[in-house]
């Protein structure tokens, strides 16, 4: 392939690589491994979940990884590389293309600051195009205009840091068009964040358009060290050359394929639109102060100017909370990250924001739980009726819980893999169990709600519940069955279910039913349980915690 023999550096299209003896051969499962110098034995470890053989090299490119990344990207697996963050990836890209003391990159400041950083270390020069002064939008003309043939690699960084805004894949697609021969390299750590498409869906188009992506921000792994190069096959595999050899840990892989498995997708997911509606709710406050201005973002930070940004930030720094200061980017700003709810408010009560208690944050949770014997997902919103969504692979169950969900008027989406072909013990005890922590955390400090339910007679059967959430999980039960099965449903099974939400919810539950038919009487448990839950939860008009102790 001509063109890319053209633009990577001499050297490093010449070199072969280092060749591992895992990259030799990879599949070495089953075989007497006598080939890499290993030890044969393991480490001490007292940690034994999720380690593996870590005593063997792993793969330099475990196959599963790729074939992870490449879907939650929509590109195919020859498209990728993975390696030690997108920092390395960057340094990578850098190294592939740029002759030192002779190349440049350019840059569109103000912008992340590694990309000079990899080019210092480099001997690399950086080029820079500045962004509009007014909305940070990308200078398409001064780009094209300002590259010469020294200029290896463009970074384009969208949504871009720290400012927060995207770059249209029309302006992205206008570059590298007419810049034919010049990496541009799309940063998009953040794209999660935002409402506009991502640029993998054009690399098919522009050979020399590569894409970085990170599960730092929007997967919550920025301890773990992840980040992709998605481009087209002939790039990843020059690139593959000056990757270190082996550049993810085996312990790093089980992780991945653990947070990016369908729960683990579905739980960021949840957690990015948590965070983006959180993003714009603080938005809306901090527009309404005066003397500051706040760009829009879409991303997990907002950028903002006011009149004396060294004061503001010293004077949260007193109050124990660390925020950015980007002056040297553009002057008089601040970035702040965007938090969980409660972090935010004090933020925006620190910045002089009066929140209406009257208007609260919605109260919400999300939970997963793991266990041998069950995989569940909670999604719990006390201020929302619907969705309510449930599947637990136990058809009985599901309607109790849809009954909890719709009588306690708040939204609930549950979702349960368990080992019901053994028995439905495991997968009702342990989504009872999630459902009470997710209540829990939803409920915080149980301030402004009524904190107690009481309620009579349901149905033909009669059930009677009452419920303090007294901070200490009690259950007093009574309940005498004629039939012991519902269908093939336990019907020793509902205790058990109330017995761990105590526990875990902290409430004081007493349930009592009398009746002939077992279904209906369950179901009035059920949904007599949920009716003083609903009054429980149900917020008062003052936002006081409903105890003379002031904590619950
Ligand atoms: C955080 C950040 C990165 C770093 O990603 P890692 O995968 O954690 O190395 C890259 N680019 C931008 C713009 C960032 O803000």
């Not at 380690?51 to 020859?78: C, E, F, M, T, W």
């Not at 302006?171 to 021969?181: C, F, G, M, T, V």
């Not at 004081?508 to 009716?531: C, P, Q, R, W």
Request: aromatic share 8%.
């Amino acid at each position: 392939m001509n063109w890319l023999q053209n633009i990577v550096r001499p050297e490093i299209w010449k070199m072969a690589g280092y060749s591992s003896a895992r990259m030799e051969m990879t599949d070495v499962s089953g075989m007497i491994q006598l080939d890499a110098n290993e030890n044969p034995y393991l480490p001490y470890l007292t940690t034994k979940s999720g380690v593996g053989n870590i005593n063997r090299y792993p793969h330099p490119q475990p196959d599963a990884v790729l074939a992870r990344l490449a879907a939650i990207y929509g590109v195919s697996q020859k498209q990728v590389l993975v390696g030690r963050g997108m920092d390395e990836i960057m340094d990578v890209l850098v190294r592939v293309f740029c002759i030192p003391y002779k190349d440049k990159i350019m840059i569109t400041p103000p912008t992340y600051g590694y990309y000079q950083a990899i080019a210092d270390i480099a001997g690399i020069t950086v080029s820079k195009v500045p962004l509009s002064s007014t909305d940070f939008s990308l200078d398409v003309a001064g780009v094209i205009r300002n590259t010469d043939e020294n200029t290896k690699i463009i970074f384009l960084c969208t949504p871009n840091n720290p400012t927060g805004n995207v770059f249209s894949l029309k302006d992205i697609e206008q570059i590298a068009s007419s810049l034919p021969n010049v990496i541009i390299a799309v940063d998009e750590a953040y794209i999660e964040f935002a409402d506009v498409p991502s640029a993998t869906t054009i690399v098919h188009k522009y050979q020399n358009i590569v894409v970085m992506r990170t599960l730092s921000k929007a997967y919550a792994f920025a301890g773990v060290r992840v980040g992709t190069l998605i481009a087209i096959p002939e790039i990843i595999n020059v690139a593959r050359k000056v990757l270190a050899p082996y550049p993810i840990p085996i312990p790093v892989t089980n992780l991945i394929l653990e947070a990016l498995s369908p729960f683990g997708l579905e739980l960021a997911n949840s957690r990015i639109e948590l965070l983006k509606s959180e993003r714009d709710r603080v938005f809306k406050h901090l527009t309404s102060l005066p003397g500051i201005h706040v760009y829009p973002s879409h991303a997990n930070f907002l950028l903002f100017k006011v009149s004396d940004a060294n004061a503001v930030y010293k004077d949260l720094l007193a109050k124990g909370i660390i925020i950015r200061h980007r002056g040297k980017d553009v002057e008089n700003t601040l970035r702040f990250t965007i938090g969980s709810q409660e972090e935010n408010d004090l933020v925006l009560r620190a910045l002089g924001v009066k929140l209406d208690i009257a208007k609260q944050n919605e109260r919400q949770a999300i939970l997963n739980r793991k266990t041998n014997e069950t995989e569940i997902l909670a999604k719990i919103n006390l201020d929302k009726q619907l969705p309510v969504k449930i599947s637990t692979g136990i058809g009985f169950f599901d309607h109790m819980l849809e009954q909890l969900a719709k009588h306690g008027g708040f939204s609930m989406e549950l979702s349960a893999k368990g080992d019901t072909h053994i028995d439905y013990h495991h997968t009702v005890e342990d989504v009872a169990i999630v459902i009470g922590q997710a209540l829990k955390q939803a409920l915080g400090d149980k301030r402004g709600i009524n904190r107690y339910g009481f309620v009579l007679p349901m149905d033909e059967a009669c059930a009677f519940a009452t419920l303090d959430l007294s901070g200490r999980g009690v259950l007093i039960y009574e309940a005498k069955f004629k039939n012991l099965l519902i269908g093939d449903f336990p019907v020793e099974m509902v205790e058990h279910f109330f017995l761990s939400l105590a526990d875990q919810l902290e409430a004081a539950i007493h349930l009592k039913v009398t009746g002939d038919n077992s279904h209906h009487m369950v179901e009035g448990l059920f949904k007599a349980f949920a009716k003083a839950l609903n009054q429980a939860i149900n917020r008062t008009n003052n936002n006081n915690v409903p105890s003379t102790k002031g904590t619950l």
